[in-house]
């Protein structure tokens, strides 16, 4: 057990961790880690890849901004997500500036979908290839508001939030793996036990397939104590869901600090942005909010939004159970 953070610290830790992580990979995105051995990035950056400035964050945290939203001021309503997920994607609600410039194919398929009327919980593609890191990007506030919950009911909730726009059972499968670690690290499991303990409880929950069976596809997270030798070269920043998973843990596993976490991860190239996110979000809980550098959070797009939504999202989250109206 890791003591002295209280739990207020470590959910806002995370919610700035997505935002931080994403914003310091915007302007590396899709840079090979060739190109960043030779100029990694150290801090926050202004331009590259999309052309936005200093400090701007992109779909990972618009989405999970649309996730919190929607649990604060309508609980478990996919409908009211599903809206929200369309909101942004016309640049109504929760862009950085004004107007969107990164959107994942699965997820702008989806959100046509959901556009269209399909329901929420169908409108996601449950084919293979549709296996991205995109629903795991922004499931955070999921892993938070459910972390009180029976295993079942958080994995379960893991896959119906996945669903949105990621049905395939191996994304579902790894947005509850994440939940779950989450959970343990949200009540001080240091990370190599809440890893362990999270695929224990996911293993006995599967019992049959498919889910048992696309939880092999993560078995390179298990042991903990294994992921964590893994050579560099063994760890991709690639869009697949999988490689997003593995190689977040890997990067929170072998850093001994919030920043030198999410530099790591962002630095593993490609999907920077996205792993940045993920990685952020299991660092800042793990490190609390005190360790999510100051000036990298002042120094984002609508920094006091931000910090508007995350601290009403956390009074509700801590609030004693009996205040909370929760479907
Ligand atoms: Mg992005």
């Given at each position: 057990m890791i003591p002295g953070l209280t739990r207020q610290s470590r959910i806002l830790g995370g919610l700035w961790g997505v935002a931080v992580g994403d914003a310091l990979g915007v302007p590396v995105e899709f840079c090979s880690r060739e190109n960043l051995d030779r100029n990694p990035i150290t801090d926050l950056r202004g331009?590259?890849?999309?052309?936005?400035?200093?400090?701007t964050w992109s779909d990972d945290t618009s989405l999970t901004l649309c996730t919190v939203d929607t649990l604060l001021?309508?609980?478990?309503?996919y409908q009211a997500l599903g809206r929200s997920f369309v909101r942004w994607l016309d640049a109504e609600v929760w862009t950085p500036r004004g107007r969107v410039f990164d959107v994942g194919n699965t997820t702008a398929a989806a959100f046509r979908r959901l556009a269209r009327g399909v329901p929420p919980l169908e409108a996601g593609r449950d084919d293979?290839?549709?296996?991205?890191?995109g629903s795991l990007m922004r499931i955070l506030p999921v892993a938070i508001w459910f972390a009180g919950r029976r295993t079942a009911d958080a994995i379960e909730a893991a896959h119906r939030f996945s669903a949105l726009t990621h049905r395939h059972p191996r994304s579902q499968v790894g947005c509850a793996l994440f939940c779950l670690i989450v959970q343990r690290l949200l009540a001080g499991v240091d990370a190599a036990s809440a890893i362990d303990e999270a695929w224990r409880d996911a293993s006995a929950h599967y019992g049959a397939a498919p889910f048992s069976s696309e939880l092999?596809?993560?078995?390179?997270?298990?042991p903990a104590a294994n992921l964590k030798t893994l050579k560099l070269r063994e760890i991709r920043g690639s869009g697949y869901v999988v490689d997003a998973l593995e190689a977040s843990l890997w990067c929170l596993l072998n850093s001994k600090s919030f920043d030198e976490a999410v530099l790591r991860a962002v630095n593993l190239g490609d999907d920077t942005d996205t792993t940045g996110a993920i990685t952020g979000a299991l660092a800042g809980i793990r490190?609390?909010?005190?360790?999510?550098?100051a000036d990298w959070r002042s120094n984002l797009a609508r920094h006091d939004d931000l910090d508007a939504l995350f601290n009403a999202f956390v009074a509700r989250t801590i609030a004693?159970?009996?205040l909370l109206k929760r479907e």
């Open positions: 331009y590259g890849t999309h052309n936005q400035p200093l400090g001021h309508a609980g478990e309503d293979e290839p549709s296996n991205g890191n092999l596809a993560y078995s390179r997270i298990v490190y609390g909010l005190q360790a999510v550098p004693p159970i009996s």
